[in-house]
């Protein structure tokens, strides 16, 4: 109790008002998880309930219990429900066992796709964590998760998940978002419509505010660069790599503090193949920013080269650093402020474009500070 109470204590005096711990679905049978619990985000706090079956605006209150004016709107779907997994404990199974219930878009409507409308934020960048899988068939069903103006694209989240620490992809999708004053934060999450049968699932948000996207991206695959090896050119404007097998350019982002006395960076890389990723760090950006073909896309990250590590993408996405790993600075040697480069090169053996079984993401910039 004490313990508890001195965490909030300390979370009032911080710039983390209007963040919020948000649990999904039938809390009545799995109450909400503790305050000591962050989840994926390593934010604790108060988690407040949010029942999707009255299809209205919910109050939420903050992560230190106070009232904010903020609200949750779901629309579509089936309501709540909960299913006991018996692989999921704790605040594990507080926070993912209860859900709302998305389904599946062969179901017809208003089955397929839920949309969250979040009202009354204050203006500031905004990290979301949504969580998403199945506590009955978590391997076999996936969801999908788009959120508006996000720096990321769509992610989709599913996979076997044995409890804490969450995974990227597998348990839940980070999106990065600035919200201006008076602006309304949409969340569509729906059935990607790839698997016969699926039935998506939302467990809960957490909305982290003051985590901004930082670095400059360059070196994208839509003409605007080098041209990619085979006409494989994305969208204008999409900022991504050159398309891979699934259709879209595969996508780096840089969240958190690039600081040497603060490093918080998180590189997350999205709309791969789930295969593995190696993230690597640059000195400079290769022929001026343009990139140079390599493989069915464009090597950006150059000058003395680093490899940070590789990841297995789950629904597409990974990041670096995770669990256990050392922070980017730290692995990078960056040990004094200057600028890097950063790049994901992804395994994509499908038959598509050269006869090289990999394709990378854009490149993107970052200066470390003191």
Known sequence: MLRTAAVLLALSGTSTAQSFNLDVGANQSHPLPANGYGAAANQPGAWVGVSTTAQSAVPITDIVGANTGVTITPVGGFGDFAVNNPTWMGDDDLLMEDASDVGGIAQGAPGGSVTWTIQGLAAGDYAVYTYALAP??????????????????????GGAWSGSPHVLGTSFARHDVAIASGQTLTIVTDDPGTITGNLSTVNGFQLVQGIASVGTAYCFGDGSATACPCGNASAPGAGEGCLNSLGVGGRITAAGSASLSNDTLVLTGSQMPNSSALYFQGTTRQNGGLGVVFGDGLRCAGGSVLRLGTKANAGGTSQYPAAGDLPVSVRGFVTAPGTRTYQCWYRNAAAFCTAATFNLTNGIGLTWTP
């Open 136 to 157: 009955d068939f978590p391997a076999s069903y996936n969801t999908r998760i788009t959120v508006s103006g996000a720096v990321q694209g769509p992610q989709v989240v």
